[in-house]
């Protein structure tokens, strides 16, 4: 693993089985991650978007190990610079490693135990890692309450006292308390009215310019994404179709379904006609997914070529470049504009 | 770093509200349960009986055992506070004017308006041992001269409300303790079941079925015929609370397998988890203090089952054996017809058994309500 990466995914699945029956055979599987490649560099906050089912959720827990990973790899770099397979981690270095890797919840109500005061929230990692104790872990948790902008007053209420945009505060806060280097940000704001999301989001990247922060971020707001992120991933029915750079990926779309998506963007520009792409048809199953293609029962573009055989997942990219995409015609069909 | 508008300040907030944000789980249940009327109500009712159960020797007027061959099945008298004088603040029964029937040989009882017999409170009577630890012989209230039978008097002349309320020290602690052995068996495979699924959980569930599908009754007969003849009271008392949670714990099991497995899938469980807490940990201080208000609303409402099973075991002179008292062993004395009709109140034991049941019915129920104050 290059030395400018922080964590590598290689080959990643994770299939859901589904059991039937008075025996609980195994019947088939949902193929949430289907063999996914990407890395992520030091400090940077890399997208991930998809619509709803994709598998976005599930390749970020996935990568943490919140869900057991069915087969792949996911190095990551640890902080003394050692490179550590999170999928074999056995349970000590595992804590260790999470320590390091953390997540943020999309749903800031279901997240926190409601039946734990604030203080007891943001200090329970610091407790069960013995990081702080007593007097010291008293002043570790305001510290923390006060980087997140809440008022240490009230330490002592328990998350029914607080709306969602102070919930994901309090959340954040107890991830901050392990200061971790990479953070799983799984539609950390889409829960939370724009407003609140605004400040969500300033809150994170303060965050991560003062302790170097590097992010997953996973959404579906496009536009966000775009405003946020150094690079995006594009996945559909559990496999990635197209990475590139923020700017890239908007201005030289390379796959039909990136395109698809991002026409959908809504726009303030009344002299522009609407060029909204409509695909057909419904997402297919991630059960049988369909042969060759992905995509191919949807796309506009498609050939014989792509019902029979899968795309090879490679960098189109100019002059050293990262973009990668997954489609048979990437070079012939160039790239696009759509934004 | 700039002030942030989201954050309300104190001084905005009334009182009441900031009280509400410092309310822990059980603080908010209360408030919730009190709200419900009728569940209060069986509380209070509740808190009635268990205290005159466990002080059954102060409030009875009489040993439960004291038998008196001049009142064999004395009906109840009245309580009076007006006689011929006019009212009277201190309350006096009458006495009975006795004779037998030429015919049938049955003692007759009238009531005497010459004989009266004022009730004082805090009189000296029979000895007992308050709590079965001081001797006494402190009765809350009684006559000094003549009888009191407000409940009327059994076949062998003995006081009916003393041994109803000796009665209900078994009934009612028959329920708790059959329910605390259901509650810990309950948790204990459920929560097995639950944990770890897979074979494990599959091996269980079927044995719930399986206990599940036997019918209680004859199960009940067969180990309670199953028990010795010379153990004595206690030991057929506990005997008989273990061969009603045996059938007890499964639906418990089954509510605590279902909450184990939801809240596997809950967020707060998941980043419990993430931040390194240990599984005894997550279990303890995150998924059993989530259920386990559900699970106490769930074991009163398993009580009255237990009450229910002890009575009719006993009606059916399986379960406690005189001289043992319970409601059930005194319902047996009213087995024939012929008690329905001639001496009704040997019935009263089954208006305490009512009582009862729908007390913790109604308490189980606000419980139920207010269990989850976290819901809409």
Redesign the interface.
Same mark, same amino acid.
Not at chain 1, 110 to 115: D, E, V, W
């Given at each position: 693993m290059e030395e400018n990466k922080l964590l590598e995914v290689r080959n990643l699945k994770k299939f859901f089985p589904i059991n039937r029956g008075f025996f609980?055979r195994k019947v088939g599987e949902v193929k949430a991650v289907n063999g996914v490649d990407f890395s992520i560099y030091q400090g940077e906050t890399l997208g991930l978007v998809g619509e709803s089912g994709c598998g976005k959720t599930t390749l970020g827990r996935a990568i *943490?190990r919140?869900v057991e990973p069915t087969s792949g790899q996911v190095l990551f770099r640890t902080g003394e610079g050692k490179v550590v397979d999170v999928t074999k981690a056995e349970d000590r270095q595992l /804590?260790k490693i $999470? /320590?390091d890797m953390?997540?943020i919840?999309q @749903?800031p109500y279901?997240?926190? #135990? &409601? $039946?734990m005061t604030v203080k007891d929230l943001v200090g +329970? &990692?610091l407790l069960? #890692?013995k990081i702080a104790r007593g007097k010291g872990l008293q002043q570790k948790i305001i510290e923390l309450i006060e980087q997140v @902008? *809440? $008022?240490p +007053?009230?330490m002592? $209420?328990?998350p029914?006292?607080f709306?969602g945009?102070?919930r994901q505060r309090i959340?954040i806060a107890?991830?901050l308390s392990?200061n971790p280097r990479f953070i799983v940000c799984d539609e950390a704001v889409s829960a939370l009215d724009v407003s609140?999301q605004a400040?969500i989001i300033n809150l994170l990247q +303060?965050l991560q310019q003062k302790y170097k922060l590097t992010y997953l971020f996973i959404a579906h707001d496009l536009s966000l994404v775009k405003y946020l992120c150094d690079r995006i991933i594009v996945m559909y029915l559990g496999k990635i179709v197209e990475i590139a750079d923020s700017e890239q990926l908007f201005t030289q779309t390379r796959h039909p379904y990136t395109e698809a998506l991002l026409s959908a963007v809504p726009r303030v520009d009344p002299k522009r006609k609407s060029s909204k792409i409509i695909l057909k048809g419904e997402v297919p199953s991630p059960i049988n997914p369909p042969a060759g293609c992905y995509f191919h029962p949807r796309c506009n573009y498609v050939q014989e070529k792509c019902r029979r055989e899968e795309p090879l997942f490679r960098n189109v990219g100019q002059e050293g470049e990262e973009h990668y995409v997954s489609c048979h015609w990437a070079e012939q069909l160039g790239p696009k504009e759509v934004m | 770093m700039e002030t942030n508008p989201e954050i309300v300040f104190p001084e905005k907030q009334n009182p009441l509200e900031s009280e509400i944000y410092l309310a822990s789980q059980w603080e908010l249940i209360w408030r919730r349960f009190k709200r419900h009327k009728l569940a209060i109500a069986g509380l209070v009712i509740l808190i009635i009986i268990y205290t005159m159960a466990i002080f059954c020797g102060f409030f009875s007027p009489y040993s439960p055992y004291l038998y008196n061959a001049d009142y064999i099945n004395a009906p109840p008298q009245t309580l009076q506070f007006f006689d011929q004088d006019g009212f009277h603040f201190r309350p006096f029964v009458y006495g009975y004017e006795v004779s037998r029937d030429p015919e049938t040989f049955r003692m007759e009882y009238q009531i005497d308006h010459s004989k009266k017999y004022p009730v004082y409170f805090l009189v000296r009577g029979d000895r007992y041992k308050l709590l079965g630890i001081w001797e006494t012989d402190l009765h809350l209230f009684g006559v000094k001269e003549g009888h009191i039978f407000l409940l009327g008097a059994d076949p062998m002349g003995r006081d009916l409300l003393s041994r109803v309320l000796y009665g209900a020290r078994i009934s009612t602690s028959i329920g708790f303790i059959g329910v605390f052995l259901s509650f810990v068996l309950g948790i204990g495979f459920g929560g097995i079941s639950g944990l770890y699924g897979g074979a494990i959980d599959n091996l269980i569930q079927r044995m719930i079925e399986f206990i599940k599908s036997i019918p209680s009754i004859p199960l009940w007969m067969g180990l309670a015929a199953a028990l010795p003849q010379d153990w004595t009271v206690i030991q057929v008392y506990f005997a008989i609370t273990i061969i009603l949670s045996l059938k007890g714990w499964t639906g418990l099991a089954r509510e605590v397998r279902s909450k184990f497995m939801s809240l596997r899938e809950e967020d707060f469980i998941l980043s419990a988890r993430l931040i390194g807490a240990s599984k005894t940990r997550i279990i303890t201080q995150h998924m059993i203090p989530s259920f386990l208000s559900h699970i106490i609303a769930q074991v009163t409402l398993a009580i009255p089952g237990m009450i229910l099973g002890e009575t009719s075991l006993s009606f059916l002179g399986l379960g406690i054996r005189p001289p043992a008292i319970s409601w059930g062993s005194l319902l047996q004395a009213a087995q024939n017809v012929r008690t329905v009709a001639l001496t009704p109140w040997l019935l009263l034991p089954g208006v305490f058994v009512i009582i009862t049941v729908l007390a913790f019915n109604f308490l189980g129920d606000g419980l139920r309500d207010a269990a989850d104050p976290y819901g809409k």
């Open positions: 609980n *943490l919140a /804590k $999470r /320590k953390q997540l919840f @749903d279901s997240s926190l #135990n &409601p $039946r +329970e &990692p069960v #890692n @902008d *809440l $008022r +007053e009230y002592d $209420r328990y029914h006292a709306s945009g102070q959340g107890r991830v392990l609140i400040q +303060e | -």
